[in-house]
């Protein structure tokens, strides 16, 4: 079955602090997989695409990895601010078919 | 980039009443968009594929006489909820396939619906 679990389920951290976010997949055939940004009350906004042959892009303070043997992405937020205070969202593009969306975690950043 | 708009931003109808929201895509040419459905902390589902001059391909259990969806060009899409329910309260979230750039999948900022 075609599965994005991401964990944790929610997370607090102190402002200025790092956080790094899972994401496991199973899905096949394997296009690329996206991590998002969701603000409370507003859509998905990307951060990340990687495709099978990238272990790692960059897109500021947002680290993404990809490790497509063992189906792990994790995200690493540097240097965390309020504004991170979102969902993040690993989504997998299965073969340009389908995206499949993972269920997303909670990122509270506090002062 | 590419910028996917959705009209309005939050509705309130009340219940029995029909609801129309607007997808477009304001920089590029999009033969298939999506439409997605987002109850509160909870992940995106996906209610149906648009695609441009066809009919519409909807996901197993959703009533496709009830979101009614319209693709009459290549930078619009609407989606109709008839009878509105309590029930259809969510946010409605679409996004736009742009076939220029790698089939690059784009969101718009999505409409709150509240039905009374």
């Known amino acids: 079955k075609n599965q994005v679990e991401q964990s944790p389920q929610s997370l607090i951290i102190l402002e200025g602090k790092n956080c790094t976010l899972q994401c496991n997949y199973t899905v096949s055939p394997f296009s690329n997989l996206r991590w998002y940004k969701q603000d409370t009350g507003r859509g998905p906004v990307s951060l990340t695409i990687m495709t099978f042959s990238e272990n790692t892009k960059s897109n500021g303070r947002y680290t993404a990895t990809l490790d497509a043997d063992t189906k792990q992405s994790s995200l690493h937020i540097t240097a965390s601010q309020l504004s991170d205070s979102a969902s993040y969202i690993c989504v997998v593009n299965q073969a340009g078919t389908a995206l499949i969306f993972g269920k997303g975690t909670t990122l509270s950043v506090s002062s | 980039g590419a910028v996917v708009s959705q009209h309005p931003s939050w509705v309130i109808c009340k219940s029995g009443t029909s609801v129309k929201i607007e997808c477009r895509s304001l920089?590029?040419?999009?033969?298939?968009m999506f439409w997605y459905r987002q109850f509160p902390k909870q992940s995106l589902m996906l209610m149906a594929t648009s695609n441009e001059g066809s009919k519409a391909t909807y996901e197993q259990g959703v009533e496709k006489d009830k979101f009614l969806i319209n693709h009459a060009s290549l930078t619009l899409s609407t989606l109709t909820v008839t009878s509105a329910h309590p029930e259809d309260s969510s946010f409605y979230i679409c996004?736009?396939?742009?076939?220029?750039?790698?089939?690059?999948?784009?969101f718009g900022p999505g409409t709150r619906l509240t039905v009374t």
């Open positions: 920089d590029f040419q999009a033969t298939t």
């Open positions: 996004s736009a396939r742009d076939s220029g750039r790698d089939y690059e999948q784009y």
